[in-house]
């Protein structure tokens, strides 16, 4: 799996009062850290043969299980640039969704999200969950702290797949971050070609 970084310069659409906050002129221009390498996850079929003993009584059945590893994530961190605002990532959708090679209809918006990005000045008072405020102390533009990880669980929709055909699968897709700037502004961040893969694996007792 490869890892990504994808930075997205993203210009407000409105312009909105300061709201307590450094900026004011509705600027977000937010970069994102996305990486799949753990984006992934093994699906395991355990044959047991028959077993009997030397009276010829069946001592073990034969058995196929199957059994799934822990699936991993893709992760996305958050980064505004200086000058910008902060902001809250409220959801994504996704834009592309492919699987082994062949395009699928991709799931509904998520909305559930609420993470947020500090804006692009540095100051006494700044910390990973509160900005710089207008009367803060020595105030200068700067990268902003980054955000919490985001984790998305796309290998875990292949479990299925990988299961039914006995065989290893993959996806790839591209998703949309949407959210609003701490002064009203929307944005969204576009990240591409995130990959992930359930292997299929045969184990034989």
Not at 46 to 53: H, Y
Not at 70 to 87: H, K, L, M, Y
Not at 92 to 121: F, H, L
């Amino acid at each position: 799996m490869k890892k990504i970084a994808l930075l997205a310069l993203i210009p407000a659409l409105v312009g909105l009062s300061g709201c307590g906050q450094i900026g004011g002129s509705s600027r977000v221009s937010i970069g994102v850290s996305a990486s799949d390498a753990g984006s992934q996850v093994t699906v395991t079929k355990t044959i047991t043969a028959e077993k009997r003993d030397d009276k010829g009584v069946v001592t073990t059945p034969a058995s196929v299980v199957y059994s799934t590893g822990v699936a991993g994530p893709a992760t996305f961190i958050f980064t505004s640039r200086p000058g910008s605002d902060a902001a809250y990532v409220t959801g994504y959708r996704i834009t592309r969704y492919e699987v082994n090679g062949k395009e699928v209809t991709p799931p509904g918006e998520n909305t559930g999200m609420n993470v947020y990005i500090t804006s692009g000045y540095q100051c006494d008072e700044r910390t990973e969950n509160f900005s710089c405020p207008i009367n803060g102390t020595n105030v200068t533009g700067a990268n902003g702290l980054p955000s919490s990880t985001v984790s998305i669980n796309f290998a875990g929709s292949l479990i299925g797949l990988a299961t039914s055909t006995e065989t290893s699968a993959y996806s790839s897709v591209d998703l949309e971050f949407f959210g609003t700037s701490s002064n009203g502004a929307a944005f969204a961040i576009p990240v591409k070609g995130i990959g992930s893969e359930a292997y299929f694996n045969v184990v034989n007792n």
